[in-house]
């Protein structure tokens, strides 16, 4: 699922992306709430123009509660709408509705003084590979209108999906590829799984979440692998993994051994965690 992303593909991604988002009335840019800024691309503030656009944060159940409302105060903060949503769960998707309906309202209603009826409002979900694009088109159509699998370069007809009577959505998403540029950036997309694991070194993935949890979240580091305070405060990161692999029984396997973390991390083991935090806005801009 993975796309190798050259320049002549992002080029592409870029034009296709612009094409769709003239068709549109409202675009929906989709992110991972555990990383909304590091999951965004940043093309998008220049090829969507004038069009309405709501940041929304997907996978909501996977990120820390209180960083997600500092994020969405943050976008409305600098007038920027946003709102987030759990599309797996169906958590979020009649609010995010409604906000379509509200940002079309003035222009319906402008129409009707006309004499104009509405019409259906159009929506494009847009975004980079993982954020959940496939999963939210099928939540709002239904699974056997969607079409999942999408990617850029494969082009086809535009179809659009009718839900809800007053919605039409383009039966593909959009496609952005990540920002890898930023070092950081690429270990928290690796971290959550949204850039598959052989891009980078599982150990230096494994490290970069041993490192944030012992930071941020330390009693769950110590909970879930019975460590005592001293295991994390008086040795390197890479002695813990180092001492967490012969703990485990990995002898000096230490890929089995990150393996094991990030599948935990990926799969909540380790609680509910969000990568970007408050005030590292700057240096993903
Ligand atoms: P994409 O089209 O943007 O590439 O993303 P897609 O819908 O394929 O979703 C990527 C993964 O994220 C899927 O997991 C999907 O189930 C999961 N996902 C989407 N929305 C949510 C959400 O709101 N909450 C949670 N917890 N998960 C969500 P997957 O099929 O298991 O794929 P993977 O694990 O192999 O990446």
Same mark, same amino acid.
């Given at each position: 699922?993975? =796309? ?10 870029? %034009? ?30 220049? *090829? ?25 105060? #943050? ?48 929506? *494009? *979900? ?75 070194? =599982? ?12 930071? #941020?979240?330390?009693? %769950? ?28 029984? #990995? ?35």
């Amino acid at each position: 699922k993975t =796309i190798q992303w050259f320049p002549g593909h992002m080029a592409k991604a870029r %034009r296709e992306a612009t094409e769709k988002i003239n068709l549109v009335d409202i675009v929906i840019e989709l992110v991972d709430a555990r990383l909304p800024e590091s999951s965004r691309n940043p093309i998008i503030n220049e *090829i969507i123009g004038n069009k309405p656009r709501i940041i929304v944060l997907n996978k909501m159940d996977m990120a820390d509660g209180a960083i997600t409302d500092y994020w969405l105060n #943050y976008y409305q903060s600098k007038g920027i709408r946003a709102m987030a949503i759990d599309a797996q769960h169906n958590k979020g998707l009649k609010q995010l509705q409604t906000q379509c309906r509200e940002i079309m309202q003035p222009y319906f209603d402008k129409k009707m003084a006309q004499g104009v009826k509405p019409r259906a409002i159009r929506l *494009i *979900i847009l975004g980079i590979p993982n954020v959940g694009k496939s999963t939210l088109i099928n939540r709002f159509v239904g699974k056997n209108q969607a079409q999942t699998g999408n990617k850029p370069g494969v082009t086809k007809a535009q179809r659009w999906l009718k839900f809800e009577k007053d919605f039409e959505l383009l039966d593909t998403p959009g496609i952005l590829w990540p920002k890898f540029e930023d070092p950081q950036v690429g270990l928290k997309l690796a971290a959550s799984g949204a850039i598959k694991d052989q891009l980078l070194a =599982i150990d230096e993935i494994t490290l970069y979440v041993l490192d944030f949890m012992k930071q #941020y979240y330390p009693q %769950r580091l110590l909970e879930r692998y019975q460590l005592t305070a001293s295991d994390l405060d008086d040795q390197s990161t890479t002695d813990l993994f180092i001492q967490m692999t012969a703990k485990f029984g #990995y002898q000096d396997d230490y890929e089995q051994m990150g393996q094991r973390i990030l599948h935990d991390f990926r799969q909540l083991n380790l609680g509910r965690v969000s990568l970007d935090r408050p005030n590292e806005e700057a240096s993903h801009a």
